[in-house]
Nanobody, 114 residues
Framework: QAQPVESGGGLVQPGGSLRLSCEVS????????MAWYRQAPGKERERVAG???????KYADSVEGRFIISRDYAKNTLFLQMNDLKREDTAVYYC????????WGQGTEVTVSS
């Protein structure tokens, strides 16, 4: 399975917003529930948002109400809209299936700092 390709990260001030994108193969995108994960320095990778095949979504408590996961079937692209960013959101963000069985991509780095 080809690894996902994430993009959209960057440096943002606390309270700011970013929109992450992730491209995966059409077969994977149309077959599996997808998710965003993140790994902060010195910490284990954690799942922050998932979108089920029937468009239902789930979020980690730490991002509930601030992050929105969505998918565009026409573009085979997964998105993560991140609002009201906090310093503790600083991490490398990855996308994968909800089960996390694809090879991990390079991720996209998000730094929240003033």
């Amino acid at each position: 399975q080809a690894q996902p390709v994430e993009s959209g990260g960057g440096l943002v001030q606390p309270g700011g917003s970013l929109r992450l994108s992730c491209e995966v193969s059409e077969r994977v995108f149309t077959t599996y529930s997808m998710a965003w994960y993140r790994q902060a320095p010195g910490k284990e990778r954690e799942r922050v948002a998932g979108i089920l095949s029937d468009t239902g979504t789930k979020y980690a408590d730490s991002v509930e109400g601030r992050f929105i996961i969505s998918r565009d079937y026409a573009k085979n692209t997964l998105f993560l809209q991140m609002n009201d960013l906090k310093r503790e959101d600083t991490a490398v963000y990855y996308c994968n299936t909800l089960a996390g069985f694809l090879p991990w991509g390079q991720g996209t780095e998000v730094t929240v700092s003033s």
